[in-house]
């Protein structure tokens, strides 16, 4: 283990323009479940409910959806080591970004300042037809008032958060610009991440497909450790402040 974090460390140290690529599992020591760990969200809730067809169509399981949401919005999370260790490679000048699959906007509560959701926000409430936005809060003030069901104050259309549900397309200018700034990064730095949600996990392999070499920070194997220079099984919020400290050592030393 403290010879994955040496070679990581150096990795970073060597790298002139990362691409962060987190998962789910960069936020669990904040105390948010992840999908697929044995404890995970997907142990208590069935994926298949959280359809956008489910959604346009039921109004139950809006109701439902908005209720979850009010229920858990008392919960405060604040971002965790790994998150603060990203910022710190940002400030260092040799992090290009952060692309998230996380939705819980904690890569910006720890300061990091160019961060591409792909997989939208809860923070963000969107009208499905004339796109207004809002924060998530407006929205859920109108569940607490009595609304169990709240439609867009401008045109009556159905208000969903941005974040992006099963068969509905990730926003394409996002995740086009995740492709092309991984394109030109020279490391690929993951964390938290299974890596089996495509075409997100496409994002490390067009920086592996650009030349880019790739880190891997996850505590279990992903589906792309065949393709990575470093693998590091361990806790994010251990390994990655470890290395990052590491990585600032040997750049002072020169
Ligand atoms: P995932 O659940 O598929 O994988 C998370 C991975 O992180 C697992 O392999 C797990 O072993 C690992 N992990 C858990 N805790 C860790 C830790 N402390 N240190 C290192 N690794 C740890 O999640 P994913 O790859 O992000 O993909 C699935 C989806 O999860 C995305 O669509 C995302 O939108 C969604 N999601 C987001 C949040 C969030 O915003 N915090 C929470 C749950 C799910
Ligand atoms: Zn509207």
Known sequence: M???VHGLAE???AARRIVAFTGAGISTESGIPDFRSPSGIWSRLDPNDFTISNYLHNPEHRRRIWQMRVEHAGRRFSPNAAHRALVELERLGILDCVVTQNIDGLHQDAGSTVVLEL???NRLVRCLDCRDEMPAGEALDRVRAGEDDPHCRECGGLLKSTTVS???AMPFDVLSEAYER????DLCLVVGSSLVVYPAADVPIAAHRGGARLAIVNAEPTGLDGLADVVV????GEV?????RAALDLLAAG
Do not use: N
């Open 2 to 4: 403290v010879e994955a």
């Open 11 to 13: 990795t970073i140290a």
């Open 119 to 121: 997989h939208g926000s």
């Open 166 to 168: 099963f068969g509905e």
């Open 182 to 185: 991984a394109g030109r990064c």
């Open 233 to 236: 099984a361990g806790r994010a």
């Open 240 to 244: 990655l402040p470890s290395a990052v």
